[in-house]
């Protein structure tokens, strides 16, 4: 089957670093997203990853390893709004998403 | 504004009613997404539809059917509401001849089937 591994919740410090880390096992794989969701809105598009290495965007930056079905999103400066669910999703052979639960983010000043 | 809208914003609906969550978008892209969203589970795909004029089912269909007559359009309807159904329902779109084939989620319909 098909599966998407990321921890349920994560806590960090207003101003520190915090990577969520995503694992995947799919048929086949046409790229890893990151998405951010604050409560009760949608998820929005943060970050695409095709070949392995690192992408960075600003205060954000995703890392992908194909060979060992990984990826991280690593954010910086962290600020109060960071506090969100961050989604991990592949896409298949078939160019269909699937998505992690999710990590819930919590940040403290 | 481009993007995405879904209507409504919340429902509340009993048991056995049918229901259509509307959901319009003015990107022109090819493809649209539906999909529910549940406490502690990911996203899953009710139905896609890839073009205007085809429909595909995704991991959750049972209950559920769409139409695509045109392309900024794709309606979900639930023919017989089950409390089962209740959850927030995300349309989202993408272009699929765009490289990353990026999807772009609207704000979401609440369900609550009593």
């Known amino acids: 089957g098909q599966n998407i591994d990321q921890p349920t919740e994560m806590t960090a410090t207003e101003g520190a670093i915090v990577q969520i880390n995503c694992t995947y096992q799919t048929s086949g794989f046409n790229g890893l997203f990151w998405y951010q969701q604050h409560a009760g809105e949608a998820p929005t598009f943060l970050s695409y990853n095709v070949l392995d290495g690192l992408e960075e965007k600003g205060r954000f930056s995703s890392f992908l390893s194909r060979s060992k079905g990984y990826s991280y999103l690593l954010l910086k400066e962290l600020q109060m709004k960071d506090s969100a669910s961050y989604l991990c999703a592949v896409m298949d052979s078939n160019y269909q998403l699937i998505w992690g639960a999710g990590t819930k983010l919590i940040i403290k000043p | 504004i481009a993007g995405i809208t879904q209507a409504p914003t919340s429902q509340i609906l009993a048991a056995g009613r049918r229901m259509t969550l509307r959901c319009t978008q003015d990107m022109r892209h090819n493809a649209m997404y539906w999909y529910r969203q549940d406490l502690g589970l990911g996203l899953r795909l009710i139905h896609y539809?890839?073009?205007?004029?085809?429909?595909g089912k995704g991991e959750v269909p049972d209950g559920y059917s769409v139409s695509r007559a045109n392309t900024d359009d794709f309606p979900l309807t639930l023919a017989s509401a089950v409390p089962s159904q209740t959850s927030v329902y995300f349309c989202?779109?993408?272009?699929?001849?765009?490289?990353?084939?990026?999807?772009?989620f609207g704000p979401g319909t609440r369900l609550t089937v009593l």
């Open positions: 539809s890839n073009t205007a004029g085809t429909t």
């Open positions: 989202a779109s993408s272009d699929s001849r765009e490289p990353t084939d990026t999807q772009y």
